[in-house]
């Protein structure tokens, strides 16, 4: 098969539309909002839906709903909160990466010597 490999599913509305809006707002936005927060400078691997949009596709498409995000931001701190906004333990201003409850799990978290390894697919390896 010659040319660009067409991807065969598009889960959630992951679209092409989708992948250049991502690839654009990551050249736009390089360094990782909740890495900044603390003072570090890392690169930007994910743009972070800050409030989830749970399929709502005005909340997806909205630039004003996303945030530059390293893998471990995005699958470990926003992980946990979301848990905490879920269980209404915060509001959804504290969704944002840069907010003062995920500096907080930032800095309760970032030098732990049992920090996770983060596998090639940005999820936290197994026993690490």
Do not use: G, I, M
């Given at each position: 098969m010659r040319g660009r490999p067409t991807r065969l599913r598009q889960p959630r509305g992951y679209d092409e539309q989708w992948f250049r809006a991502r690839s654009n707002y990551l050249h736009a936005h390089r360094e990782c909002v909740g890495c900044r927060a603390v003072g570090l400078s890392v690169a930007a691997d994910v743009v972070d839906h800050i409030v989830p949009h749970k399929g709502d596709r005005?909340?997806?498409?909205?630039?004003?709903?996303?945030?530059?995000?390293?893998?471990?931001?995005?699958?470990?701190?926003?992980?946990?909160?979301?848990?905490l906004w879920e269980t209404g333990a915060i509001k959804v201003d504290q969704l944002r990466l840069d907010s003062t409850e995920a500096i907080s799990i930032t800095k309760r978290n970032l030098f732990r010597r049992e920090r996770p390894t983060i596998g090639a697919d940005g999820y936290p390896k197994p026993g690490s």
């Open positions: 005005t909340l997806f498409r909205s630039p004003d709903n996303w945030q530059a995000a390293c893998y471990w931001h995005h699958n470990a701190v926003k992980e946990a909160l979301e848990k």
